[in-house]
Structures are given as C-alpha cells and as structure tokens.
C-alpha cells in the first residue's frame, strides 16, 4: 500500500478508528512502536484495512471499565472473518482542552465520543456544561483547533492536545480513578500461541443457541462442569430480529486445552453456530 506517494509495508502497518490522538492511536504506539499506524473514520473500515491486506493488524475497543461494552464493535463482529490475536488494557486518562486563553469558567458546552462523555458525566455536570456528542475524541480536538468555537472545550488525550496545539484545562477529567479501555488486536491470520498449561490464556469466541427450552444454560453448562472461568457474556439481536440472538463470549482457556474441548463438545450440541475468534495470552493488566 502507498500513503502520500510512500510506500508502506503492510506487514507492520496498524489500522485504528479516529483521527490521530484518539485513544487508539495511544494503544497502537505502546503495542507497536515502531510500526506505521493507519487512522481510519470508523471501525469497519479498520476491519476493512486488514481484510484488503492494506494493514496487518487492526486496533479495536470493545469495552471500558466505566462506560461498559463499545456497542458498535459488536455489531461488526458478524461481518467479519477476521481473527483475535492479543488483548490490550489502555489506561485513560481524558484531559479537558480548551481553546488558548480559556478558563474553566468560560466552558459552556463540552464535546467527545459518547463513551467520553458517560465517563466523564459527573464532571461535566459539576461545570453547569452541556455534553455534546462527537464522532471520536481526538475529532473533537481537531474540531476545536480548527473552528476555536467560543464556549466550548473537549475531552481527548494529552496526545491530541499536543497534536492539535490546544491548552489542557484539567487532566484526569474522568469521574473515575482507575479508567481502562480494553482493546482487541484483529489480525487475517489466526496466530493461536502453543499451549502450555501453565500460562494463562483468553479464548473469544461467538455462538448461536437452538431455539430450545433453557438452551443457554444447557449451552453454558459445560463450561462450569469442567471448571473454566468465564470472563465475559455479550447478547445482541441479529439482523434486527427479536427471535434470533448471538452471544459474544470470553472465557479463561486455551481452545486445545482438554476441559476447553469437552466444554465446546457440549456447546456445540446446543447452540445452531459456533465461532472460535481466537485464542492469545491473558494480557498482563489482568494480574
């Protein structure tokens, strides 16, 4: 692939969702340092940069300690043949950025990403200001820089307001001490790690129930029959169909590991669907 009339190798090319300084771009700096990160206008079209071949590795949040889950990845999930190969915790810190010679008395309205915004409420609310909802975090601080909109401050990162040139009115404007994105890394290829039973592994992976009487805990049932810890259990609606629902899943096992094999047995024998996302090591946040 070229960007600018360069020619990049997409072997170490990252693709993220946002403009440069989103809290994306920090968690591809501090996966992949040294590699060429690719910032894209949505999710899909990040996915999309690692099916085409254009990139190797695409860096997605799916959840946040504050916030919860990042609703539109799940629904792009389906639409996709990509696999997980490593897991992520970014901490957040947001920053409120103003324009040059703002004060934190002259803020009437604040503008992020929606999951910003929830995760800032308490704050912005203490600053009798009005939230107002933005495409992405670090797009909000190249809105700013650029229309220098009376009244109006952002939250983004310390990097977006380097970046962008803008002053930071208050750092660690999230309500909560302790604020942490979890990111996927989506690659085409699926890079299981050998097992060895005495790492720590994550398996992610999505499935469909039978429309049975108790189908989910019967599907469910081999998992706490072989003693595997399930970290994470998503539902959402297929297709805009009330009848047909598809769960997102993570557990604490590795997919070779015989209690793995026996729990999706069981699985199987109760569920229409089952696809395996991947299996990578347990990130170390997780100790």
Partial sequence: ??????????????????????????????????????????????????????????????????????????????????????????????????????ALTDVQSVGSHPQALAQCDRNIKALGAKPVAMYDTAGAAKHLAESKQAGLAVISSALAADLYGLPILQSHFNDVAGNTTR???????????????????ITSFLFKVRNIPAALYKAMGGFATQGIN??????????????????YVDVEAHFQSPAMQAALEELRFFSEEVRILGTYYADAFRK
């Fill in 1 to 102: 692939m070229t960007q600018l009339g360069v020619s990049i190798n997409a072997d170490h090319v990252v693709a993220y969702q946002g403009e440069p300084g989103a809290y994306s771009h920090l968690a591809c700096k501090h996966c992949f340092p040294d590699w060429q990160m690719v910032n894209c206008a949505s999710f899909s079209q990040a996915l999309a940069k690692v099916e085409s071949g254009e990139a190797h590795y695409a860096m997605i949040p799916v959840e946040n300690s504050t916030a919860g889950r990042v609703e539109e990845i799940y629904r792009e999930l389906k639409g996709t043949q990509l696999y997980v190969v490593k897991e992520h915790f970014e901490p957040i810190n947001h920053c409120l950025i103003g324009t040059p010679g703002m």
């Fill in 183 to 201: 990111f996927l890394v989506f690659s085409q290829q699926q890079k299981m790690p050998t097992f060895e039973p005495e790492q720590r592994y």
């Fill in 230 to 247: 399930m970290l994470k259990l998503e539902s959402y609606m297929l297709d805009g169909q009330f009848t047909a629902t598809q769960f």
